[in-house]
């Protein structure tokens, strides 16, 4: 395709609706297509990226291949393109301003005053261009995050304004709004949206589509009614009904023919519909199983709906292609202890140990590690789920007593986990951990290997600890191996306990990796043990 073709996603009435999953569908429609699409959310905070927010601030931190912090939304672009995202793909505020500082203090506008026009959104428009005029891809969605009429998000609103201008056909813009029930008078109410839009056609956008978030199939009626007061076609307001899981919305929106009045617009053909096979496979997988497999989730974020996302979902493709419904129990190991472990965990066919940062909730994961060793029950512990392993074993097995994580106690006697020696003089802590995708070569007959059959892979980081090769001949005499490495720096990067049915600790996110068409192979090979447990 000659041109690349932009589009960006605005949200109004409230957040939280779904921009991310509706972005991610629609660009999977263009991809069934045939057309390369990519995904990009602008984030409006002042934070440089997501990386040191806190998870009850902002969910889950995503890691892009290149090492790259980003928003959590990127996990659903990944998940349902199977395309990975870099730096490119997520940008804040912070990033934005940081990069015309820099220029300015380089003398880069050669003395000129600096001001959010045009120098701010010049910069914002250079980087929704960059995927396209870069990387080449057909379609660039870019979605803009928080509710039109935040103060934040408005230089972001006024590069749309402009590139909308610049860029004709070629650009588009996706409204998606909330349309409320009010159970009083029994009816929805279309008045928000149309103060939405009027509120973004005040700042200069029209929106070419309309996109009805809403819990129920709204009437034909009033699809009308919002297409006439908001200078919208009847065949561009399209709504998005709750449907029982995420992956039917490209469905819901292409039995709607978004994607055709999308093409429309810009001037392509629009061909026939395409079937979409692979994903509809997967759905079906999903509706029709039965039976399910119990699987507990052990960290200190459980109450967070958004902490591990991307958990969540590998756990839920995992269990579809084997056949079975998930039934994810949220564990707080804060509230887990030696004298209650058996209580909390009975059932459980399968343990996550979950990824984290700091001491709060730890001494719960060695008691569930523990009690998961002990019973031998299948058990997948990620990045410090893995960490909290090795210290369990450490303590219990090798009777180091008092081993632990210099993260945790840096006078402990028994380092098994130690600072990375490229962190001990990082003092910066945005973007400054082992970031990325990373080799790892795996031991022939390890149940990683099993997993992914092949020797070499490549999976991504986020950490600053790592184990202690000083300790490894211990662990692999009394039991637990270390399967896993990378083949640059030796950092062991995989341990498993081989007598066991399925133990399995991995120092990277294979979360990151998980995909619709393409599940992760551990998530599958730890699921699939799981439901050979509980048979």
Same mark, same amino acid.
């Given at each position: 395709?000659?041109?690349?073709?932009?589009?960006?996603?605005t949200?109004?009435?409230?957040?939280?609706?779904?921009?991310?999953?509706?972005?991610?569908?629609?660009?999977?429609?263009?991809?069934?297509?045939?057309?390369?699409? @990519?995904?990009?959310?602008?984030?409006p905070?002042?934070?440089?990226?997501?990386? !040191?927010?806190?998870?009850?601030?902002?969910?889950?931190?995503y +890691?892009?291949?290149?090492?790259?912090e980003?928003?959590?939304?990127?996990?659903?672009?990944e998940?349902?393109?199977?395309?990975?995202?870099t730096?490119?793909?997520?940008?804040?505020?912070?990033?934005?301003?940081?990069? %015309?500082?820099?220029k300015?203090?380089?003398?880069?506008y050669?003395?000129?005053?600096?001001? %959010? +026009?045009?120098?701010?959104?010049?910069?914002?428009k250079?980087?929704?261009?960059?995927?396209?005029?870069?990387?080449?891809?057909?379609?660039?969605?870019?979605?803009?995050?928080?509710?039109v009429?935040?103060?934040?998000?408005?230089?972001?609103?006024?590069?749309?304004?402009q590139?909308?201008?610049?860029?004709?056909?070629?650009?588009?813009?996706?409204?998606?709004?909330?349309?409320?029930?009010?159970a009083?008078?029994?009816?929805?109410?279309?008045?928000?949206?149309?103060?939405?839009?009027?509120?973004?056609?005040?700042?200069?956008?029209?929106?070419?589509?309309l996109?009805?978030? @809403?819990?129920?199939?709204?009437? !034909?009626?009033?699809?009308?009614? %919002?297409?006439?007061?908001?200078?919208?076609?009847?065949?561009? +307001?399209?709504?998005?009904?709750?449907?029982p899981?995420?992956?039917? %919305?490209?469905?819901?929106?292409?039995q709607q023919?978004?994607?055709?009045?999308?093409?429309?617009k810009?001037?392509?053909?629009?061909?026939p519909?395409?079937?979409?096979?692979?994903?509809?496979?997967?759905?079906?997988?999903?509706?029709?199983?039965?039976? !399910?497999?119990?699987?507990?989730?052990?960290?200190?974020?459980?109450?967070?709906q958004?902490?591990?996302?991307?958990?969540?979902?590998?756990?839920?493709?995992?269990?579809?292609?084997?056949?079975?419904?998930?039934?994810?129990?949220m564990?707080?190991?804060?509230?887990?202890?030696d004298?209650?472990?058996?209580?909390?965990?009975?059932?459980?066919?399968?343990?996550v140990?979950?990824?984290?940062?700091?001491?709060?909730?730890?001494?719960?994961?060695?008691?569930?590690i523990?009690?998961?060793?002990?019973?031998?029950?299948?058990?997948?512990?990620?990045?410090?789920?893995?960490?909290?392993?090795?210290?369990?074993?450490?303590r219990?097995?090798?009777?180091?007593?008092n081993?632990?994580s !210099?993260?945790?106690?840096v006078k402990?006697?028994?380092?098994?986990?130690?600072?990375?020696?490229?962190?001990?003089n +990082?003092?910066?802590?945005?973007?400054?951990?082992?970031?990325?995708?990373y080799?790892?070569?795996?031991?022939?007959?390890?149940?990683?290997?099993?997993?992914?059959?092949?020797?070499?892979i490549?999976?991504?980081?986020?950490?600053?600890?790592?184990?202690?090769?000083e300790?490894?001949d211990?662990?692999?005499?009394?039991?637990?191996?270390?399967?896993?490495?990378?083949?640059?720096?030796n950092?062991?990067?995989?341990?498993?306990?081989?007598?066991?049915?399925?133990?399995?600790?991995?120092?990277?996110?294979?979360?990151?990796?998980?995909?619709?068409?393409?599940?992760n192979?551990?998530?599958?090979?730890?699921?699939?043990?799981a439901?050979?447990?509980?048979?």
């Amino acid at each position: 395709m000659a041109d690349t073709k932009y589009i960006f996603v605005t949200g109004g009435v409230v957040s939280s609706l779904g921009k991310g999953i509706i972005s991610a569908s629609l660009g999977k429609l263009l991809q069934a297509r045939g057309y390369s699409v @990519t995904i990009q959310k602008f984030d409006p905070y002042i934070n440089v990226d997501p990386g !040191t927010l806190n998870p009850y601030e902002h969910g889950e931190c995503y +890691v892009t291949i290149d090492g790259h912090e980003a928003d959590l939304d990127l996990g659903h672009y990944e998940r349902f393109l199977n395309v990975p995202t870099t730096r490119a793909n997520n940008i804040t505020t912070g990033r934005i301003y940081q990069s %015309v500082i820099e220029k300015e203090r380089k003398g880069d506008y050669l003395g000129k005053t600096v001001q %959010v +026009v045009p120098h701010i959104t010049d910069e914002i428009k250079r980087n929704v261009k960059l995927l396209g005029s870069k990387y080449k891809f057909d379609f660039v969605i870019t979605e803009i995050g928080g509710t039109v009429g935040d103060i934040e998000s408005l230089p972001f609103i006024e590069s749309v304004r402009q590139l909308k201008w610049e860029l004709g056909k070629n650009c588009i813009c996706v409204h998606l709004t909330y349309v409320p029930y009010i159970a009083a008078a029994k009816e929805y109410k279309t008045k928000p949206t149309q103060h939405s839009v009027k509120q973004l056609q005040e700042l200069g956008i029209q929106p070419d589509i309309l996109v009805l978030r @809403t819990e129920r199939k709204l009437s !034909t009626e009033l699809l009308r009614k %919002v297409a006439l007061f908001c200078n919208v076609a009847e065949e561009a +307001v399209v709504q998005s009904v709750d449907v029982p899981t995420i992956y039917e %919305v490209p469905l819901v929106l292409q039995q709607q023919k978004m994607d055709e009045t999308v093409l429309r617009k810009m001037g392509l053909e629009v061909g026939p519909t395409p079937e979409m096979i692979a994903w509809n496979e997967f759905l079906q997988k999903k509706i029709s199983a039965t039976e !399910t497999v119990k699987i507990g989730l052990v960290g200190k974020y459980v109450e967070l709906q958004d902490a591990y996302k991307s958990i969540d979902e590998s756990l839920l493709q995992a269990a579809t292609y084997n056949d079975r419904i998930l039934e994810l129990h949220m564990l707080h190991s804060e509230k887990i202890t030696d004298a209650n472990v058996a209580e909390q965990l009975r059932g459980m066919d399968g343990l996550v140990i979950a990824p984290g940062f700091g001491q709060r909730g730890i001494d719960g994961k060695f008691a569930a590690i523990r009690y998961a060793r002990e019973n031998n029950i299948p058990t997948l512990g990620i990045c410090l789920g893995m960490q909290c392993m090795v210290i369990e074993f450490a303590r219990n097995v090798l009777g180091l007593e008092n081993a632990n994580s !210099t993260e945790m106690d840096v006078k402990t006697p028994y380092k098994v986990i130690d600072l990375m020696e490229e962190q001990k003089n +990082v003092t910066n802590m945005g973007g400054s951990m082992r970031l990325g995708a990373y080799d790892c070569n795996l031991k022939k007959g390890s149940k990683a290997y099993k997993a992914y059959k092949k020797e070499s892979i490549q999976e991504r980081h986020r950490h600053r600890f790592e184990f202690n090769s000083e300790y490894r001949d211990q662990f692999e005499a009394a039991g637990m191996k270390c399967t896993g490495e990378n083949p640059d720096t030796n950092l062991v990067e995989v341990v498993e306990i081989p007598e066991l049915n399925w133990f399995v600790g991995v120092q990277f996110h294979p979360e990151y990796s998980s995909t619709v068409v393409s599940p992760n192979p551990l998530f599958v090979s730890f699921v699939k043990a799981a439901i050979d447990n509980k048979k």
